[in-house]
Structure formats: C-alpha cells, structure tokens
C-alpha cells in the first residue's frame, strides 16, 4: 500500500510540476523593446545610462524583457526622441526632456528649470513633492509615461572663446544652450542654438557658434571643447540638477505584466542614482585635467547671474499668464522650490559654505 500511495504522490508531483511549467513561462513572455537614445555613445555616462536601465531589466526577468539601445542618430536623430516614443516607431527612449520645449515649455519641469532645483531637490521634487503626478498628466497628452532614469548634478556654464565681463558681451553671441534658458538669453541679446551633443564641437571648430554648453568636465573633455574654446564658465545656472528621462509608449507600458512594469521603474531609479554618482566621481579628475592642459576656468561674473535671474523669472510669470498647462505644474513647483530653498539654507548650505572654505586641518606631529 505504501508503495502505491508513493507512486500516485510522485505522479500528481511530476503533473503539478508540468502544469506549472508553462504558467511560469506565461508570466514571463519574451519582449524585445528598442530605446532611441539622443546621446552618442561616446559620452558614456549619460548614454550609459539607457544601456544600465536595459541591463538590469535583463537581469531581473531572466533575459525574458530585453531592450535595445540605440544611440542618436542611428535610428532618430537625437532631438526626435520624444516624436519616436510617441508615434511608436520605438517603444521607449532616454533623453531630457527640455530638448522639447519648443513644443511646450511645460517640458522643462520634467529636466531643469534655470535657478530652479538641484539634483536632490529634483528627486524629492519627482518622488515625493508632487512633480511625478504633475508631470505623468501632461505626458498622457503625449501618449508617453515618463521616469527619471539619470541626473548630471548642476553642469558647467560653458565654453566660449572670448572672455565675458559684462551682461553687454552677451549681445549677439551665438550660443549652443538646451532648453528653456535659450528663451530667457535672448532677452539679453543672444543668439541661441539648439544642436546635438555629437554636432556641437564641428559648429565650434567652425566658428558656426562663438560659445557652447553641454555637462561638465568628464563629458565636455571627451568631446574636445577645450581644444577650440578657451574659456570655462560656471556655474551653470539653467542646469542645477537636470533629470535624464526614459520614456515609455503609453499603450506599450499598459501591455506590459505588471511585474515588468515594477522591474523597469526600478532599473530607472537605479540608473539615477548611478549616474549621479558616477559624474561625482569623473568630472573632480576631468577639470583637474582641463585645467592643467591650459583651460581657463572663471565664474559667471555676478552683473550676468543678476540679469539672467531676472529674466528667468520674468519669463516664467508671462508663460503662466498664457499657458495653463505651464501655469498648473509652475506654481506647485514655485511654492516647493521656495519652501525647499529656506531647508537647505539651514543645515546643507551651511555646512556646504564651511567645508568648502575651511583651510586643510593642520596634522598632529
């Protein structure tokens, strides 16, 4: 009898196990997604950070969810990201998303805001402040779900080949800048120009451009504007702590399991937090290299960060007179940036103000 009910055990194990075989597989059906990056491969710690998101989505669904990323150009140039998410000629793509401003200013909120949020303030803006939800709302008008999937940390000011003294050499000057503060420079006379990361060091070679901007040290030195523009500025302003978006297919999201979902918001918030650190790590030796092979490095001078926060904020008040979709994420942003601004005055910036400019400990003999 024994030997029976061991047989009949064993029967109903190995028909359980064959059952549950193909359920498991259900569970975990094979995707293959194509992410449009709009950054060449070069710079690869912005880059990096699609290839990092497709790694660990691999990872952690056994190689069953694969993306593919493909750098700019090489299936949209790097400025139509946001254009191929939504049509669906690729399924997702990493990008910032201020390149799109032209189409609506509301954009920016989702990247940098000139003399607006840090990397951390941006973060806690994002997860916890209300900007996620603010800014879910208005891609939904894109067809697109959006993650923070990377930060650069405040970037650098730029590169220009001649020196700047006052708001009066900003006239005319032809400037590579992303973003919503082209809009706000031209109030004080210059030309803005919106150029691919991978264009930008021929059109300064050229002298197409007289100045351009792009990270900092580590990205800027791989693309060579230290060998056609002398001078280094920071800070810079229009970048405090831009976010670096992955962008999702709205209907593509919606047919994705629910645990795929989970795994691919993780792998963003992964790819966020590695490459904060990583420009932390790599721009302190790159500008020490710059500096060292003749870069001139000068601060803003202060009559240039005046003007340009004035206008900054002029241009935000006029927007949000005439564009509801701007007004409703601005003035929530506003009332968080002001609130959040008085916290890190008190211990952050304190902290900050002292360490920087404490003299080197004396060694004990």
């Not at 280094?232 to 302003?237: I, Q, T």
């Not at 932390?280 to 240039?304: C, E, F, Q, S």
């Amino acid at each position: 009898m024994k030997r029976r009910t061991f047989i009949t055990s064993a029967g109903v194990g190995v028909a359980a196990s064959t059952l549950a075989a193909p359920a498991i597989a259900q569970s975990n059906p094979e995707i293959k997604w194509r992410c449009a990056s709009s950054f060449p491969k070069s710079l690869d710690t912005i880059y990096g950070g699609a290839e990092r998101v497709a790694k660990r989505v691999a990872e952690m669904t056994e190689g069953k969810f694969q993306i593919r990323t493909f750098a700019g150009g090489e299936i949209v140039p790097g400025l139509q990201v946001l254009d191929a998410v939504k049509d669906g000629t690729v399924e997702c793509g990493h990008t910032v998303s201020y390149y799109y401003v032209g189409k609506d200013p509301t954009f920016a909120f989702d990247a940098a805001m000139p003399f607006g949020l840090n990397a951390r303030q941006q973060n806690a803006w994002m997860t916890h402040g209300g900007g996620m939800e603010l800014m879910r709302e208005f891609f939904k008008g894109y067809n697109i779900i959006q993650f923070a999937a990377g930060n650069t940390g405040t970037q650098m000011g730029g590169w220009f080949r001649n020196e700047l003294k006052s708001v009066e050499d900003l006239k005319g000057l032809k400037f590579r800048i992303g973003g919503y503060a082209g809009t706000i420079l031209q109030r004080l006379g210059v030309v803005p120009q919106q150029i691919a990361g991978g264009d930008i060091y021929p059109a300064l070679e050229k002298g197409t451009i007289d100045a351009a901007e792009w990270v900092g040290p580590y990205d800027d030195e791989k693309l060579g504007f230290n060998k056609v523009a002398k001078y280094y500025y920071y800070p810079g302003w229009w970048e405090g702590g831009p976010q670096v978006s992955f962008l999702v297919n709205l209907p593509q999201w919606e047919q994705l399991p629910k645990h795929y979902q989970s795994v691919l918001e993780a792998a963003c918030a992964d790819a966020t937090a590695d490459m904060v650190g990583k420009y932390d790590v790599v721009n302190m030796h790159a500008l020490k290299r710059l500096v060292g092979a003749g870069t001139v490095l000068k601060p803003y001078p202060r009559d240039i960060l005046q003007a340009c926060y004035q206008a900054t904020f002029d241009v935000y008040e006029e927007e949000a007179a005439r564009n509801e979709k701007f007004r409703k994420v601005y003035e929530p942003w506003r009332k968080f940036r002001d609130e959040e601004y008085l916290w890190f005055r008190v211990a952050e910036n304190t902290f900050d103000n002292f360490v920087y400019s404490a003299p080197t400990p004396k060694k004990k003999s």
